[in-house]
């Protein structure tokens, strides 16, 4: 069974940096194919795909975001990380992460129930 | 960026009846476009992948076709649970989603 798990900060201040890790269990980010991507919310309105990053160290970022984001993973903890850079306060949102399969159509397959993040002085 | 558009935004219909969904790419997405079904406070969940593949456990009363730009989400037969937001998706090159249809109960 594929389970994925948000955690992080409810509330930043604008300008603070946003971390948040994505641990997993049910797969390996070391098995060819396999990713995971963060994906965010806000609320009331449309998903909007942030980032990715496979199990051969490749990164996708979203370009709009590109220049605040960065991912990381640490295959042995089965963890991924994402840091987004000068929050403000239209970056309020749920924060998902997923399992991306990128030899089956880049289908994201397995979420994690989403962490809900208040960006406010 | 590929820009995804739905439409409608919005639709209602009743239990029962057939809806269709469209989306469009601003280029080619090639076969690389997915359908979420999303409920109120839940995570998305795959419905279809690779424009017409149904995802594992998923009703046969949901279907897609398309190809290129063009792409739609047919559902026949409504059920209760059929109610909620839908979201196309391309993979074709980074992985942009439309802005979601929701689906009310007329």
């Known amino acids: 069974q594929i389970t994925l798990k948000e955690a992080g900060p409810t509330l930043v201040k604008p300008t603070q940096t946003l971390t948040l890790t994505c641990t997993f269990s049910?797969?390996?980010?070391?098995?060819?194919?396999?990713?995971v991507s963060w994906i965010r919310q806000p609320p009331g309105k449309a998903l909007e795909w942030l980032a990715v990053i496979y199990w051969n160290d490749d990164k996708r970022y979203s370009p709009s975001l590109k220049s605040r984001l960065t991912i990381t993973k640490d295959t042995s903890k089965s963890q991924v990380v994402l840091t987004m850079t000068n929050m403000d306060p239209v970056d309020t949102g749920t924060y998902y992460c997923?399992?991306?399969?990128?030899?089956?159509?880049?289908?994201?397959?397995?979420w994690g129930q989403g962490t809900l993040v208040t960006v406010s002085s | 960026d590929i820009p995804m558009t739905q439409s409608p935004s919005s639709l209602s219909a009743s239990v029962g009846d057939k809806v269709t969904i469209t989306c469009r790419a601003g280029q080619t997405v090639s076969s690389f476009l997915n359908w979420y079904q999303q409920k109120p406070g839940k995570a998305p969940r795959l419905l279809i992948y690779a424009v017409s593949n149904l995802h594992s456990g998923v009703p046969s009363r949901f279907s897609g076709s398309g190809s290129g730009t063009d792409f739609t989400l047919t559902i026949s037969g409504l059920q209760p649970e059929d109610f909620a937001t839908y979201y196309c998706?391309?993979?074709?090159?980074?992985?942009?989603f439309g802005q979601g249809t929701k689906l009310e109960i007329k």
């Open positions: 998706q391309q993979t074709y090159t980074t992985y942009t």
């Open positions: 049910g797969f390996s980010l070391s098995t060819s194919g396999v990713g």
């Open positions: 997923a399992q991306q399969e990128r030899y089956n159509w880049g289908r994201l397959v397995d």
